[in-house]
C-alpha cells in the first residue's frame, strides 16, 4: 500500500529551522502551489505558529489558517495541539480547550494532532471528545523517548488505550530524533500487530539517522510519514519530500507525489530560506547532524536554549557538566520524554544543579508544580526523597490537573469587550493574554498614544 506523506515545512519545518518566523503571505504563496501535489495532508497551524503570529510578527493567527484554507482546495489541513496545553505551556480549563477545537475546525482544520509530554491520557480526554465533537479527526501523538520503562511494552498499551479513547489515527512522535532503526522496526512491528488505526512517524534528523529510521518503520506497518521540502528539510527539521518520493518510486511504498508541483515550489522556499539565512533567523547550526542527541537524549531545541542559558551565566566551560546531568534530572523525575514543556523544565533544572554545585539548592517553580501532579502524573514513580526534598510535606495532585481548573472564557470576556470582537479574539486572549491584548489593540485600533517627541528647549525661549 502506498505510503502517505504529511508535508510539514510550513509548520514545524520553519519552527524547527527558524524560529517559527516564516510569514502568512510566504505560506499562502507556497501552500496554494503545493496544494496541488497530492499530499494526504499539509501541516499548516498549531505547535508554536499562533504564539509566533503574536508576539513577533503582527499578524492575526486566526486569518492565517483562513487564508491558508481558502488556496487549499484538494489537501487536508493539520495542526499540532499540546492536549490540555493546547498551544500555551500551562493547563487551560475545558471550555478554552472545547471552544478551541470548534473554531479550529470551523476556520479549515481537518487534523488534530494531540499529544501530551507525560503521555497522560487523561490530558488528551477533553481536546479528544472536542475535536470529535465539530467533526474533526483527531490523530493523538505517542511522545516517544527512551528510558527503562518507555519500552514496546509500554507503547503498545498506550495505543490500545488510545484507540478506545476514539482516535482515527496515530502518530509516533520522535521530537527529539532518538528512535533508531532497530527500535523503530521493533516499535512499528508491535504497534501494527495491536492496532488497526493508521500508523505515522514523525521524526527530526538532527541525530543524522532519521532517514535510516523512516524507512524501518514503512517496512514495518507504517502508513504515513513526516516530511519537509527539500529546502527546509533536515537538520533539526524532518527528512526531505523530494527524497523519499524518488527512493519510494516504482515500488509498492510509492507516495506518488506529483514531482512537478515540488519543483515548482522549491525555488520559492528556497529563496525565503535564504533570507533567513541572511537576517541570522536560520542558524546554519540548525542545518547540521549533531548525533550527541543520541547520547544524552537531548532534543536539538533544548540543546541551544541549554548553551543560551549557560552563556548568560558565562558558564560555557560547564557543558559537558550539564549535558551528563540532563539524564540525572530526568531519572529523578521518573522519566519524562523531553518535549515541551518538560524538555525546558528539566534543562533548566540541569543548570542549576551544576551551577550551584548543590543538586536541587534551587529549585524551578515549574519543577515543583511538575513534582505536586499540576502536569499530569510522571511516567514512573519519582524517589519519595526527592519530592520530600523539594516540595516537603505537600501531598501531589492524583485527579486530572484540568479538574482543579474554572472555567476561564466568562472572565475573559468581561475583562476585555472593547478588544473582543469574535470568539477567535477571545481565544488568543485567553491563550496569549498580554501578546494577543497588544495585537488587538492595534488591529481595532485602540492603542494609546504613546509617540514620544524630543522638546528643543532653545527654540522654545526664542
Given amino acids: 500500500m502506498a505510503v502517505k506523506i504529511v508535508e510539514t515545512s510550513l509548520r514545524d519545518g520553519h519552527q524547527s529551522l527558524c524560529a517559527t518566523r516564516m510569514t502568512t503571505d510566504e505560506i499562502v ?13 499539509m ?5 508554536a505558529t499562533f504564539d509566533s503570529c503574536l508576539r513577533f510578527l503582527d499578524e492575526d493567527p486566526w486569518e492565517r489558517l483562513r487564508r491558508i484554507r481558502a488556496v487549499c482546495k484538494n489537501t487536508k489541513l493539520q495542526m499540532l495541539f499540546r492536549g490540555q496545553n493546547m498551544l500555551g505551556y500551562r493547563n487551560y480549563a475545558d471550555d478554552v480547550v ?16 494531540i499529544f501530551d509530554a507525560l503521555n497522560d491520557i487523561r490530558n488528551l480526554r477533553q481536546p479528544v471528545l472536542s ?3 465539530y467533526g474533526g479527526s483527531v490523530q493523538i501523538a505517542l511522545s516517544y523517548t527512551t528510558s527503562p520503562i518507555h519500552t514496546v511494552e509500554y507503547y503498545v498499551n498506550l495505543a490500545k488505550e488510545i484507540e478506545e479513547l476514539g482516535a482515527d ?11 533508531t532503526p532497530a527500535a ?3 516499535l512499528f512491528t508491535g504497534l501494527r500487530k495491536n492496532t488497526k488505526l493508521p500508523l505515522e512517524l514523525h521524526g527530526h534528523c538532527t541525530g543524522g539517522i532519521c532517514e535510516m529510521t523512516y524507512l524501518a518503520a514503512i517496512e514495518s506497518g507504517c502508513d504515513i ?14 527528512p526531505s519530500t523530494q527524497a523519499f518520493n524518488l527512493a519510494l518510486a516504482g515500488t509498492l511504498d510509492a507516495p506518488g507525489l506529483d514531482s512537478k508541483v515540488l519543483n515548482e515550489c522549491e525555488p520559492l522556499m528556497e529563496k525565503t530560506k535564504q533570507k533567513y539565512l541572511a537576517n541570522g533567523m536560520l542558524n546554519p547550526k540548525a542545518l547540521s547532524v549533531n548525533p550527541n542527541i543520541l547520547t544524552y537524549q537531548v532534543p536539538g531545541g533544548m540543546l541551544s536554549n541549554l548553551m543560551s542559558q549557560l552563556k548568560a551565566q558565562n558558564a560555557m566551560d560547564r557543558y559537558d557538566e550539564v549535558l551528563k546531568e540532563v539524564p540525572l534530572v530526568r531519572k529523578d523525575m521518573g522519566y519524562p520524554p523531553l518535549v515541551t514543556p518538560l524538555s525546558q523544565m528539566v534543562g533548566t533544572q540541569a543548570v542549576l544543579n551544576v551551577l550551584m554545585g548543590e543538586r536541587y539548592k534551587i529549585v524551578a517553580k515549574e519543577i515543583k508544580d511538575y513534582l505536586k501532579g499540576r502536569y499530569g502524573k510522571s511516567p514512573a514513580p519519582i524517589d519519595p526523597v526527592i519530592i520530600k526534598k523539594i516540595i516537603g510535606d505537600e501531598k501531589p495532585i492524583t485527579c486530572r490537573p484540568a479538574d482543579l481548573l ?18 477567535e479574539d477571545a481565544l488568543s486572549l485567553a491563550l496569549f493574554e498580554n501578546e494577543a491584548k497588544d495585537f488587538l489593540s492595534r488591529k481595532y485600533g485602540l492603542e494609546e498614544d504613546t509617540e514620544e517627541f524630543e522638546i528643543n528647549v532653545k527654540e522654545l525661549k526664542k
Fill in 43 to 47: 501541516e499548516v497551524w498549531g505547535g
Fill in 29 to 41: 504563496a507556497m501552500a496554494e502551489i503545493l496544494d496541488r501535489a497530492g499530499y494526504y495532508a
Fill in 98 to 113: 472545547d471552544l478551541f477545537c470548534k473554531k479550529s475546525i470551523e476556520n479549515g482544520i481537518d487534523i488534530i494532532r
Fill in 131 to 133: 475535536t470529535k465533537k
Fill in 225 to 238: 510519514i513526516d516530511t519537509c521540502l527539500s529546502p527546509l528539510s533536515n537538520g533539526t527539521a524532518q
Fill in 169 to 179: 489515527s496515530i502518530c509516533v512522535k520522535d521530537m527529539a530524533g532518538v528512535l
Fill in 406 to 423: 474554572s472555567p476561564e472564557m466568562p472572565a475573559i470576556r468581561k475583562k476585555y469587550p472593547e478588544l473582543i470582537k469574535c470568539d
Fill in 184 to 186: 523503530a522496526r521493533a
